[in-house]
C-alpha cells in the first residue's frame, strides 16, 4: 500500500480564498483524522471519520472549517474563507478503528498570505 | 485520556543510548502506553507500545514501571537520523475515539 496520501502538498493562497485539502486513507482503515500543526499549538486534532461518518468534531476552529468524507477512500478538509492564521501543516490519519495505530500522510503546508 | 509530561529537549552523541521518560500518573486501568516519532516536515510515526514491564522491537524499548505512572523509551546506539520529535501518548486500548499530542521531546543526535 502507498500508505496516506494527501494533496496537494504545498498550498500558497491569499487571504479569503477557499482551500480545499485532499486524503485518501490507506485502503481497509475505517477511520480517519485530521490534524493541524504549528509551532505555538503543537498537533492538534481537528476532526475525525469511522466508516465515513464524523464522530468529533469539537477540534474544528469555527465555521469556515468543514470536512467530508463521501467514500471510503476519500475526504476533504475545506477552509472558506481562509486566514493568515490558517497557516500551518495540515495531516492527515487512518487506522483500522478509532484507538489503533494511526498511519499519518506526508502533510499539506499551506500558507494564507 | 491521561495527561502526559514529557521533557521538551534532548542531546545525545552519535552511538549513545537514550532514554526519554514521560509521566502519566492519571493513567487508568485499561490505558496503553504508546510512542510516536516526528521527523521534520513528515507525520507522526508510530514507534511503540505497551501496557506493563517491557516491550522491545526492532527499533526501540519501553519500560513500564509496576505502578504505570511512568515510562522510559530507550533508543539503543542512536544515530544522526534519530533526530527528531518523540511523542509519549496514553490511549484506551481500543475503545478511544481520538490522541492528543502532547509537546513532545525534541532529541538532537550530534556527531
Known amino acids: 500500500d502507498a500508505g496516506v496520501i494527501q494533496s496537494p502538498r504545498h498550498e500558497v493562497t491569499e487571504m479569503g480564498q477557499e482551500v480545499t485539502l485532499r486524503c485518501k486513507p490507506i485502503?481497509?482503515?475505517?477511520?480517519l483524522f485530521w490534524y493541524r500543526q504549528t509551532m505555538m499549538r503543537g498537533l492538534e486534532l481537528l476532526i475525525y471519520?469511522?466508516?465515513?461518518?464524523?464522530?468529533?468534531d469539537s477540534g474544528m476552529p469555527e465555521d469556515r472549517f468543514s470536512a467530508k468524507m463521501p467514500n471510503a477512500s476519500f475526504s476533504t478538509l475545506k477552509i472558506q474563507p481562509s486566514e493568515p492564521r490558517d497557516s500551518a501543516v495540515y495531516f492527515c490519519?487512518?487506522?483500522?478503528?478509532?484507538?489503533?495505530?494511526?498511519?499519518f500522510g506526508p502533510g499539506t503546508r499551506l500558507t494564507v498570505l | 485520556l491521561a495527561k502526559t509530561t514529557q521533557p521538551i529537549s534532548m542531546d545525545s552523541y552519535e552511538g549513545q543510548e537514550v532514554n526519554i521518560t514521560c509521566s502519566h500518573n492519571n493513567i487508568a486501568t485499561n490505558d496503553y502506553i504508546t510512542w510516536y516519532q516526528q521527523f521534520p516536515s513528515q507525520g507522526p510515526r508510530f514507534i511503540i507500545q505497551?501496557?506493563?514491564t517491557k516491550v522491545t522491537n526492532e527499533v526501540a524499548s519501553l519500560f513500564i514501571p509496576a505502578d504505570r505512572k511512568s515510562s522510559t523509551l530507550s533508543l539503543p546506539r542512536v544515530s544522526l537520523s534519530d533526530t527528531a520529535v518523540y511523542y509519549c501518548l496514553v490511549v484506551i486500548a481500543h475503545n478511544t475515539d481520538k490522541l492528543i499530542f502532547g509537546t513532545g521531546t525534541r532529541l538532537q543526535v550530534f556527531p
Open positions: 471519520f469511522n466508516n465515513n461518518v464524523p464522530i468529533d
Open positions: 505497551g501496557y506493563k
Open positions: 490519519a487512518s487506522s483500522f478503528f478509532a484507538g489503533d495505530t494511526q498511519y
Open positions: 485502503s481497509g482503515h475505517n477511520s
